[in-house]
């Protein structure tokens, strides 16, 4: 009977780690940012987010997860601990270059498993030759389905929304 109870338990526990590893691999995180209305987040659906809001003078940078939220102002000095400095006693001698982790290679591939949803940019250089001459370079940039304009009002703007999962993630690293 004891046995039963125990495996039943183990059975319900792996399940939940299951679930929570499937969570953890394919809830996307969105990368959205819109200069219009001011929108700059970085979000991990339902689970973490984090935004920056106010004007100019006076940003927040914004977190929220469940059962926890924050605000901070990043422009106001924080208290800073003095800690007793400690002699160093590593011995240099003998050590190997270590190789970096991260290579392009592999940083392109991660790059590239982002889906863009939505990539517009409005642009207005404040220079009417240079945005002449800027008008047939963003026409070919907008067949790669990107919206690029040039408007010669001094209007700029720009609307990006991107979303990735960690599964994408990792395939990327691992496959360059």
Not at 82 to 87: C, D, F, L, S
Not at 125 to 153: E, S
């Amino acid at each position: 009977m004891i046995l039963k109870i125990g495996l039943i338990v183990l059975l319900v526990v792996l399940i939940l780690l299951v679930f929570v590893l499937l969570v953890v691999l394919f809830v996307p995180f969105i990368l959205q940012i819109n200069t219009e209305d001011g929108t700059y987040r970085l979000e991990w659906k339902g689970i973490v987010s984090c935004w920056i809001s106010g004007p100019l003078e006076n940003l927040r940078l914004n977190l929220k997860a469940p059962f926890y939220r924050k605000s901070i102002d990043p422009f106001t000095p924080r208290k800073q601990i003095e800690e007793p400095k400690t002699k160093s006693t590593t011995d240099t001698k003998g050590k190997k270059s270590e190789k970096s982790w991260m290579t392009r290679h592999k940083l392109t591939g991660m790059l590239k498993s982002f889906r863009v949803r939505t990539c517009a940019v409005n642009i207005d250089t404040g220079d009417y030759v240079q945005n002449a001459l800027l008008v047939p370079v963003f026409q070919l940039i907008n067949r790669t389905g990107a919206t690029f304009t040039i408007n010669f009002q001094g209007d700029s703007s720009i609307e990006f929304y991107a979303s990735n999962t960690v599964w994408r993630l990792g395939r990327a690293y691992i496959m360059n």
